[in-house]
Structure formats: C-alpha cells, structure tokens
C-alpha cells in the first residue's frame, strides 16, 4: 500500500487494498507491513488510512469529518442514535444516555452477568470441551441484554434471530449473501420485526415502568428534553447491532489468544486481581472493531500527515494500527497484562467512543473471571488449531476449546 492519492485506485488495486484489509488473522503484523508502507491509500471516492496521527484527527474533528452518512442499509429506516449524528443533536443525545450506562450502572448487573456466564459454563463444563464461539460467546451477550430489559430467558431466540437477521442475513436464508436483493429482503423483514418488538415494549413500560433500561430511557430528561418513541427505537436498533456481535466477536478473539498462551492462562487463574487490566490489553491488542464507521469529509481537508481528503470523500480509519502506536505504547507489539495507562482506542475515541464500553468491559471481565475461576487450564482442540478469522469484526468461527476432564 503506497502514499497513493491523487490518480486514483485501479480496479486491481482496490481489490488488493480490500484483500488486504479483509485479512483479519493475523493483524497486527499486517499493519505494521501496511505503515511501514505508508499507512495511507485512497482515491477522491474512499480512502482508508492507518496513520495513528491521521485518525486521531478525524475522531477528533466532527466539524470536518460527519457521521451523518444516511442509513446504512441495514434496514433501518431512520439514521442510527447516537451513531448517525453528529453535534450538537449527538451531545443532546450522548447527555441523556451517558449516566444510563456509566461504570456504577454497569457495576450493579455484575452478579447477574456472572450468573448468566455460569449457566452457560455449566451446560458444557463436563464435557470437556466446547464450540466457545456457538457455546459462549454468541449467547452471552444477548443473555445479559435481556437481563438489561428485564426480559425473560426464553426470548433469547427471537433476540438472537433479530441480531442474526441485521448482521448475519445468510444464517436466516442461506441465499442471502454479498448484497443482493435476498439479503435486503432478510434486513428489511427483520428490521420491521426489530421496530414492531421494541415498539410494543416501549409502549408497555410506559403504562407500567419496572427497573430495566427501556423504562429508563422512557425516564430519563435532560434540560427539559426526553427521549420520543423513535428516538428509544432507532437506539434499539443500533444496540441489537453494536451491543451483541461486539462482545461475541471479542470474546472469541480473547480465548483464541489465550487458548495459545498458557503462560498468560495461569497468570489470569493466580492473579485474577489483574483481569481488568489483561481485558484492556486484549482489547488494545486485538482490536476487534478495527475500522470507525466511514466519515464523510464536510469540506476539502488536509491531514496532518499531508494528504488532502476532497470534500464528500468517505474516510475509513483503521483503529488497531493506532493500537500499536509506539509513540504512545511501550513494546507495543508485546502483550502485557499489567501494561499501565493503557490508553487504546478500541472502543474509538472522540465524541462517538462506544457508549457501552463499561458494559463491555464488565461482560468481558466477568467472563474471564468466572471461567478461569471453573476451568483453570485449556487449549484449542486437537485437530482444530487452524482459526477461522472472519471478515467484517474480528472473530473466530467454530473456536473449539477442550480442558483435562
Ligand atoms: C468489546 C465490545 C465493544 C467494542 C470493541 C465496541 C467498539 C465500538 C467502537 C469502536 C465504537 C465507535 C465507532 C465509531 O466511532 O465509528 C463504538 C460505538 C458505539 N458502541 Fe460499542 N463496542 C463494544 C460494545 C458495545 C456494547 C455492549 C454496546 C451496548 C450498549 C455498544 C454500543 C455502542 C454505541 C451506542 C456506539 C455509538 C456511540 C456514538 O455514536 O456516540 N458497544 N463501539
């Protein structure tokens, strides 16, 4: 990848920049191939940049890069809250839903995420093995958000069905892949479903409000302004999008790295006070979302690495190169678990840094504390070391693990 820009990407070079990007096994070696590279490429219809200087600037700057970029085509009919928007409509909403999910929030579900992890674990311990991604980490997430709605166990399916049918199309109609009318046929139903099931609970917690997060949002007022009933449903959306596959994707990242590391296992099973930190390392380290969403470029711009971005232009940053930035991370590419001040910016940076970060990070904890806690000691299963990384965020598919019975 070249300091490219001005002529334009041929057809074979933006194949080769989209192959390249798109291999997500092992990135952190790819990144540092495509910085030392230049970390830059683009034409005046997209441009993709890994320069950490460069996407701190764009994180940084709503004025010159919006997020305002229409609908995504995920079958939602309005933009996603608090995604799509961009000041000063974004920190009206970002007021408001901030103090919903601050650490001492999160903090309060804890016990209720670690029994939600345990009765996964139980469903499997004995057997001495298990499918982590299908067993684990593609239930938990949604568990605990029924939890966060006050919803009963047996709603996990539909939940599932709603992230699957955004995110997964092909899951739902094995016809439904690349982008293709099977595909917005899938969102487009699914999205309706998603509209039609919030939209009836919204109206339920407003006739009588219990203490989970829809009552909440229905609640809550900052200056005199509340949250409107699409308002609650256009966040829903963007949470069944960014809440479940984000953790899933992290978790399977996270075992996939430990699985291999059985020094850094036991480290987790004899000094559990250090999980918190060892969640921050992987996250910086794996850097499951590795691209922000696109930002439209509202006016010609000059980076600070020099180049120019047109007016309209859709920049892509790369958020794991920054992760292995050595201006800001000692021996970046070393994976330390007491690693101090570690400042990544895997859950973006700027005014659209992920809401759910506390929540995240309390469902990631929870999981290594409670897992290390029942099974101290495991490793990919034989015959399955080779990992199956998956485009779009960062996973692995079919992880399967086994420990001594
Ligand atoms: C480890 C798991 C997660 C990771 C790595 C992650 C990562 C990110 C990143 C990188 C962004 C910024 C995107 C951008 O600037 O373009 C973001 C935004 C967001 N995330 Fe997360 N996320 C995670 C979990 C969650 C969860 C559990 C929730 C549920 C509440 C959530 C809700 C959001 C929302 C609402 C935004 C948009 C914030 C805004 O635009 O102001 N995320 N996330």
Redesign the pocket.
């Known amino acids: 990848m070249s300091q490219k820009h001005d002529q334009g990407l041929s057809r074979e070079e933006r194949h080769a920049l989209l192959q390249s990007v798109a291999d997500l096994s092992n990135p952190q070696e790819r990144y540092r191939q495509l910085l030392a590279d230049g970390g830059f490429m683009g034409d005046e219809r997209m441009v993709y940049n890994l320069q950490p200087e460069n996407t701190a600037f764009v994180?940084s700057n709503t004025d010159l890069f919006s997020?305002a970029n229409g609908v995504m085509g995920l079958g939602n009919i309005r933009p996603?809250?608090?995604?799509?928007?961009d000041p000063p409509s974004?920190t009206k909403?970002?007021t408001l839903?901030n103090p919903l999910?601050s650490p001492g929030r999160m903090a309060e579900q804890r016990d209720d995420f670690a029994v939600r992890a345990n009765a996964l674990i139980d469903g499997f311990i004995d057997q001495g093995e298990c499918n982590f991604t299908e067993d684990y980490a593609e239930i938990f997430?949604s568990s605990v958000?029924l939890g966060l709605l006050g919803l009963a166990e047996d709603k996990l399916n539909l939940f599932l069905g709603m992230r699957d049918g955004i995110l997964h199309p092909e899951r739902i109609d094995p016809e439904a892949v690349g982008g293709d009318e099977a595909v917005k046929r899938v969102r487009d139903a699914t999205a309706h479903q998603i509209y039609e099931y919030f939209g009836e609970l919204v109206d339920r917690r407003r006739v009588e409000p219990t203490d989970d997060i829809i009552s909440r949002f229905i609640e809550t007022e900052v200056d005199g302004y509340k949250l409107s009933r699409d308002d609650i449903l256009d966040?829903m959306f963007?949470?069944v999008i960014?809440?479940?596959d984000?953790?899933s994707?992290?978790l399977t990242c996270f075992y996939a790295y430990l699985a291999t590391h059985p020094d850094q296992q036991r480290t987790l099973v004899a000094v559990p006070e250090i999980i918190p930190s060892a969640v921050e390392e992987l996250?910086r380290w794996e850097?499951?979302?590795a691209?922000?969403?696109?930002?439209i470029a509202t006016q010609d711009v000059e980076l600070p690495g020099g180049q120019h971005v047109p007016k309209g232009c859709p920049v892509i940053v790369n958020?794991g190169a920054s992760n292995l930035d050595p201006t800001l991370f000692d021996e970046p590419y070393e994976v330390r678990f007491d690693r101090p001040r570690n400042r990544h910016?895997?859950?973006?940076?700027?005014?659209?840094?992920?809401?759910?970060?506390h929540?995240?990070?309390y469902?990631?904890a929870v999981t290594l504390t409670e897992w290390h806690r029942r099974i101290p000691e495991y490793r990919l299963k034989p015959g399955h070391e080779d990992l199956n990384y998956k485009p779009g965020?960062r996973h692995v598919q079919d992880l399967m693990l086994s420990w001594p019975g």
């Open positions: 994180l997020s996603l809250i608090p995604l799509n928007l974004h909403y970002r839903l999910f997430p958000f966040i963007l949470f960014a809440g479940l984000t953790v994707d992290s996250l850097t499951p979302v691209i922000a969403f696109p930002r958020l910016i895997a859950f973006g940076k700027g005014v659209h840094r992920c809401l759910g970060s929540l995240a990070r469902e990631l965020i």
